[in-house]
């Protein structure tokens, strides 16, 4: 059997490439409407529709920004959550009785910096190199990171399956079907046979009277019904304000972190040299002006999404076009609140059922990126990087929180993986690894020699 991956969906034919742009929007969808539904329990209206406008218009200046070469797509970050809660609840100076939808402006403002703060280190890569940079970030810092990005999110999958476990192992079992013993067309959107086949599942549980495991009802097509079928995703405009920034600002640190373990994620995956060609520097750019973007007029903070890393793995198809047909088709969805309602009402043990097999990919191509660099774990010093990196990655659960100038930051577990593993790599004596010396696997890493 064939398994060489397919770098040009053209091949395939229009109709299919818009199936497997239909299965990346599905991967990406519930996550990145969660991001505003979050964010709205702490009091800030943050709008759907406007997040699914600037997923799609992010993810299109991204590809821009790295010559078309990398099939990625952003959708909301979760990282910016802690921030958002923090804004939320806070009553002192100028924010004393401030209305919910100035005080999101003001959030807002904030993140825009953070975006901004992507072009510093953007710069520093420019100037010294890739190569110089990756040193700090050998396979055996990599790796853990990789993995722990695909465990960090195993709770989640677990929590929305456990809303209805049956509907959840239907939409798995529909996917690893499809995706062992599919023919043709079918081997390659698995997740989209998913999504389809325990939404039908749910449809026929929810008219026999089923109900999910808290007795609430599987299908709720209330905001569906209300919604209307075309609309302007409202569009808010960014205020600037030092204490926001200062809330906001300081998060691009750990999702600059994940965005480098993302980029070597999704190198090793599509097995392309994507920290060199575009670069490293490149990708930065295009994240961190998406995430400026969107928030300038009213989305959330963008960042490269693992759940579409997932279905690059499942489907063997590279090409980003089909990436960039998810975000058209993404940006559509912002214009028709009905659409993105039917959508919306998906159970979310479906996402969960869906989940557990995307999350489990990246974690899984983590470990196949220290096995292909060949890092030896026989080395002390390997083991306590990797170790501490797993710890750091998926002990904060909860992130961690400092106050700087009176203002609380909050670091995610994943931020607080890398810069552990950066300085500890940096530190500790015994460094085994040499750039250069294997080919193959630092061209698994994304890097040319």
């Known amino acids: 059997m064939n398994n060489a991956p397919i770098r040009d969906a053209r091949t395939l034919g229009v109709p299919k490439m818009i199936v497997l742009g239909l299965q990346h929007m599905f991967a990406m969808f519930g996550a990145t409407i969660l991001v505003p539904i979050l964010v709205q329990s702490y009091g800030l209206p943050l709008n759907i529709q406007t997040t699914l406008f600037f997923a799609g218009i992010g993810t299109l200046f991204f590809h821009i920004c790295a010559k078309m070469k990398v099939p990625a797509f952003l959708g909301s970050s979760f990282a910016f959550l802690g921030g958002f809660a923090t804004m939320g609840s806070m009553t002192s100076g100028i924010y004393e009785n401030m209305p919910a939808e100035e005080k999101l402006a003001y959030a807002l403002g904030g993140v825009v910096i953070a975006g901004l703060v992507y072009l510093v280190l953007a710069a520093i890569i420019k100037a010294v190199g890739v190569k110089k940079v990756m040193r700090f970030l050998p396979p055996a810092v990599t790796g853990p990171i990789i993995i722990c990005i695909g465990l960090s999110l195993a709770p989640s999958a677990v929590t929305n399956a456990s809303s209805n476990w049956l509907l959840a192992l239907i939409a798995l079992a529909t996917i690893v079907i499809f995706n062992i013993w599919g023919k043709g067309m079918f081997k390659i959107i698995p997740i989209l046979m998913g999504v389809v086949i325990s939404y039908i599942a749910a449809v026929i549980m929810n008219a026999c009277g089923m109900t999910n495991a808290d007795g609430s009802a599987i299908l709720n097509f209330a905001g569906v019904a209300s919604a209307n079928w075309v609309g302007l995703p409202p569009f808010t405009l960014a205020k600037f304000d030092i204490t926001a920034i200062l809330v906001m600002a300081p998060i691009a640190l750990a999702t ?22 575009p670069g490293l520097h490149r990708t930065l750019i295009g994240d961190g002006l998406a995430t400026s973007l969107s928030a300038m007029f009213g989305g959330p903070a963008n960042t490269t999404y693992g759940e579409n890393t997932g279905v690059l793995v499942l489907s063997n198809v590279h090409d980003p076009k089909v990436v960039r047909l998810a975000a058209v088709f993404a940006i559509v969805l912002g214009f028709i609140p009905k659409m993105a309602e039917v959508i919306g009402s998906m159970p979310s043990a479906i996402v969960g059922g869906v989940s557990f097999i995307l999350y489990g990919m990246i974690s899984a191509i983590g470990v196949r990126n220290i096995v292909e660099n060949k890092v030896d774990f026989t080395n002390s010093r390997n083991l306590i990087i990797a170790a501490v990196i797993l710890v750091c990655g998926l002990g904060f659960s909860g992130g961690l929180t400092f106050t700087v100038a009176g203002t609380p930051i909050t670091l995610t577990g994943l931020a607080i993986a890398a810069i552990a593993g950066v300085v500890l790599n940096a530190i500790l004596p015994g460094n085994d690894y040499e750039f250069g010396t294997n080919p193959d696997g630092d061209k698994n890493r994304g890097i040319h020699q």
């Open 256 to 277: 600059m972190m994940e965005h480098i373990g993302d980029m070597s994620a999704i190198s090793a995956t599509t097995e392309q040299p994507f920290m060199s060609d």
